[in-house]
């Protein structure tokens, strides 16, 4: 499936359809279109902020943006999976949350994701100076290729007299005032006062408890990574907290472990000296292993060697009682683990595949888990943001992981919020979790702007609080006597705030919803898989081991496929769809490995290897007149 660009693109060109939504952010108010755009090279972002992958395309697409700022201009097109992301002020809220500095049109009712073809978050389109498609591309990781790419334009257009050197649209907003900027998860100390996560601040604050005075700042509030005392260490997006045993904090030096999501790392930090250090990660973002993501199998023991270990977006850890630090790896949809002894890091749970899927600790599917807690039996719940579900691992007494368990939840496309029965009951997007000591567990279910409780007695869901602005995390506040008040880190108000445990809860139905998507219309029967890759220049496919692609496929209902689900090698499969299922949705997870070479010649020794994937979920229905075959962009050129 590889030929190089310049075959490709010489084939055929294709106009750019025009870009169509609600408004524009990032331009000054004014609104743009392709005309206003032309002479430059234009990269389409679609995106949709709860997505943990485009957050990773934001951060790769930086530095292109950077050098290529007089030719390149990127626009965000803004395409919501979740009902709460079509929200215009919560759109507004992303875009200055994760310090976005291109155009970004709002794209709520999918009129340019349709026009453009696209079918997966994030899915990236180049247009050339003259309005021409010259490339689709799904996934994450396409930096280094696509800066090949706009080399080759510029020489082009420059040559044609066609490219236009300048100052893009941009517009920045205004700077946001205030002590807290986005927070994101908290911990309390002792002695009643309590440690943030400002994320948009990239630093860590003590807040006193009254949740309002500063006590101190940890790290300068520049976005970076540095090591050093409270004034001059840097983070980056941080995220996840937690404190460990004082004896234990005696022997290890520090007291606090942190999350620094954009920095892949794990940090450590001394709360007598304010000193920051680093514990685990390199600060490149793993990927899975391409060996052993052709066998879909995952190392268990990652090694001792943490520093020198690639991480992916831990978003929140926690100590477990066995020792061990556990880490949600929102990056790669899995639950890992680091021992602070030894140092020794291993994945905890998950394949890495991203989905909702139960049983055996190795075979488990998460979906970018965001929040931890453990109960009095040592099990962990997980919040698990992608799926919006509640999960929890089963642990035995050594504290392993034995099973995973879903409680609350259905699947990727599946949301909405409704209390009940815990079959029924429906979250949108949780961020936080807590375990309390009735048993029960409390869940910052942010985009339903909600706390909500899980009774494992009675298997049922109620609500305890409404009306927040994106809370992401909440605990038991043990500081207050008396009655039972939560803390909740209300991200989008930029607070902390105390909530009292009602003496009687809510039960809200709002229903449930499945995200809506345009469903593609296909015939009955045989029906033609193909997905496009293309390797970047100075880059071909790995073929050390045989091929090196592979295509995983299954259906929801699974009887929606009478022939062509499983994984198989290869980017093409014929499919035979059943005629007696009227609609569903297309599962396939896409992967090419691809390693610095020339096509033709040998991969030399020690050469940089990159793994290319994506996941898409097709919804379908069947219709006599539709297509009979589907073409899926992972890496294609025009």
Known sequence: MSASSDSLRADYKVRASELTGRNWLNTGGEQLNLQALRGKIVLLDFWTFCCINCLHVLDELRPLEEKYSDVLVTVGVHSPKFEHEADPEALAAAVERYEIHHPVLDDPELVTWQAYS???????VVLDPEGYIVAHLSGEGHAQGLGSLIEELIAEHEAKGTLHRGDGPYVAPEAREGDLRFPGKVVPLPGGTFLVADSGHHRLLELGADLST??????SGVKGYA???????????????TTVPQELAQKLGYDVIVADTVNHRLRSVNLSTGEVGTLAGNGVQRLLDAESARNEVQPTELGTDALNLSLSSPWDVIYHPSGKVLIAM????????????????????????????DGAPNEAWFAQSSGLSIDANHDVWIADSETSALRRIETDEQGQAVAVHTAIGTGLFDFGFRDGPAADARLQHPLG???LPDGSVAIADSYNGAVR?????????????QGLKEPADVLLD?????????????????????????????VVDEGASQTQRPKTKVQPGEHAITVRFSAPKGQKLDDRWGDPTQLKISASPENLLLEGAGTSLGLTRTLVINPE??????????RAAACDGEPGGEIPDHAACHLYQQDWGIPVVLDASGDNELVLDLRGLN
């Not at 009227?582 to 896409?590: D, P, R």
């Open 118 to 124: 696209a079918r997966a978050w994030p899915t990236l």
């Open 214 to 219: 500063v006590v101190r700042t940890i790290g």
């Open 227 to 241: 090591d050093g005392d409270a004034q001059s260490a840097k983070f980056n997006e941080l995220q996840g907290l």
């Open 330 to 357: 929102a990056g790669t949809h899995q639950i890992f683990s680091y021992d602070p002894v030894t140092h020794a890091v291993a994945v905890y749970a998950g394949t890495g595949l991203e989905g909702l899927t």
């Open 433 to 435: 979790v807590a375990a």
């Open 453 to 465: 409780r899980f009774d494992p007695n009675s298997n049922t869901v109620s609500t305890l609080a």
């Open 478 to 506: 043990e500081s207050v006597d008396g009655d039972p008040v939560l803390l909740v880190v209300e991200t989008n108000a930029h607070q902390l705030v105390r909530i009292p445990v009602p003496a009687e809860v809510l």
């Open 581 to 590: 299922v009227s609609e569903g949705v297309l599962h396939l997870t896409a």
